[in-house]
T-cell receptor, first 111, second 115 residues
């Protein structure tokens, strides 16, 4: 079975600083990759996804993630964070008609 | 716009009672999932369905059941609620492409407290 590891459970970062949230998964068999964001008392919303094509994918609010097949990683990055980016972030892998989620990274942006 | 809705948003129930959480999607997706979210555990799969009359157990299915009588709905039933089932429950739906699930769409969640 697939497993997804988010190494950092909490990441504090100052406003306008860069951030990287790390995600590794266990198997490089055909997969789709996702990052979801969860704001307090809300459901998960898709931030970005990799299905095929370019290994670098971007979201509309400045996040990007790169699919690295050899390292089985899909790290999320943003060059300059904003207060509104404070949220829980989940990495997810889809393979064989199942989703596998990491345990989440709590990003806190400090003014 | 298509959506996935859960009801109720909040529920308090007593130990031993039967509780049903509703999930309704208008995406016309074949695949539907129930997860519970607990601090430190992320999302854990309870049950899932790949189509009408299809149901499957996930990693934490004990004490829960689902039924799929149509494409739109996958209600989750707690047969006899226990305090360990106090959690936030999320329903999700997706379609698959080439045998792999594409994007999952989530409901807003149901916060269940068992007292």
């Amino acid at each position: 079975a697939q497993s997804v590891t988010q190494l950092d459970s909490q990441v504090p970062v100052f406003e306008e600083a860069p951030v990287e949230l790390r995600c590794n998964y266990s198997s490089s068999v055909s997969v789709y990759l996702f990052w979801y964001v969860q704001y307090p008392n809300q459901g998960l919303q898709l931030l970005l996804k990799y299905l095929s094509g370019s290994t670098l994918v971007e979201s509309i609010n400045g996040f990007e993630a790169e699919f690295n097949k050899s390292q089985t990683s899909f790290h999320l990055r943003k060059p300059s964070v904003h207060i509104s980016d404070t949220a829980e972030y989940f990495c997810a892998v889809s393979t064989g008609n199942q989703f596998y989620f990491g345990t989440g990274t709590s990003l806190t942006v400090i003014p | 716009d298509a959506e996935i809705t859960q009801s109720p948003r909040h529920k308090i129930t007593e130990t031993g009672r039967q509780v049903t959480l509703a999930c309704h999607q208008t995406w016309n997706h074949n695949n539907m999932f129930w997860y519970r979210q607990d601090l430190g555990h992320g999302l854990r799969l309870i049950h899932y369905s790949y189509g009408v009359h299809d149901t499957n157990k996930g990693e934490v299915s004990d004490g829960y059941s689902v039924s799929r009588s149509n494409t739109e709905d996958l209600p989750l039933t707690l047969e006899s609620a226990a305090s360990s089932q106090t959690s936030v429950y999320f329903c999700a739906s997706s379609e698959s492409f080439g045998g792999i699930n594409t994007e999952a769409f989530f409901g807003q969640g149901t916060r269940l407290t068992v007292v």
